[in-house]
T-cell receptor, first 111, second 116 residues
């Protein structure tokens, strides 16, 4: 399809790992991004991965990329209540140089 | 604080009103964007400006009119809106909208628009 797809909601218990999944659309997309949106705020870049990588780790965040399936995931280790937010997956396509975002996944961390 | 500011933060307007949203970036970027964020829908790109020139217009109704007087300021002029236009309008900027590089976008906090 044309849309970047994400599940709308995810709930995890504090201290557990969270995995947020995304399916993107263009196999030629060069960069894939994860953004975080806290209540009342704009989107903030969390991390990104270049398309020739299959994994990137940054402290508690691990990004996995499966180019064959056009699947991107964000794993948050030891999830904290401050991680509660909406997480957006985005791809930067080569055609038109535009960013395409998903619906966002609302992560709720239960104390 | 991302270096991108938007005013007003909240706006309520009637369908016959005319209003403008303002965005300012203090990052020295060359590209600026307007997005519409509606519940349960993907973030929708509305307009892209690169070096003050409009490079993208994603089939946005003419009741939304963008203006980019310089690379630091972006406006969205609104007139005769419909209730379904109620949404969060986000402004973003990046170093360039051209090819190559990661060109991450920096977002403002958004304007929550309600059309009555």
């Amino acid at each position: 399809g044309e849309d970047v797809e994400q599940s709308l909601f995810l709930s995890v218990r504090e201290g557990d790992s969270s995995v947020i999944n995304c399916t993107y659309t263009d196999s030629s997309s060069t960069y894939l991004y994860w953004y975080k949106q806290e209540p009342g705020a704009g989107l903030q870049l969390l991390t990104y991965i270049f398309s020739n990588m299959d994994m990137k780790q940054d402290q508690r965040l691990t990004v996995l990329l499966n180019k064959k399936d056009k699947h991107l995931s964000l794993r948050i280790a030891d999830t904290q209540t401050g991680d509660s937010a909406i997480y957006f997956c985005a791809e930067r396509r080569n055609t038109g140089n535009q960013f395409y975002f998903g619906t966002g996944t609302s992560l709720t961390v239960i104390p | 604080e991302t270096g991108v500011t938007q005013t007003p933060r909240h706006l309520v307007m009637g369908m016959t009103n005319k209003k403008s949203l303002k965005c300012e970036q203090h990052l020295g970027h060359n590209a600026m964007y307007w997005y519409k964020q509606s519940a349960k829908k993907p973030l929708e790109l509305m307009f892209v400006y690169n070096f003050k020139e409009q490079t993208e217009n994603n089939s946005v109704p003419s009741r939304f009119s963008p203006e980019c007087p310089n690379s630091s300021h972006l406006f969205l002029h609104l007139h005769t809106l419909q209730p379904e236009d109620s949404a969060l309008y986000l402004c973003a900027s990046s170093q360039d909208s051209g090819t190559g590089g990661k060109y991450e976008q920096y977002f403002g906090p958004g304007t929550r628009l309600t059309v009555t």
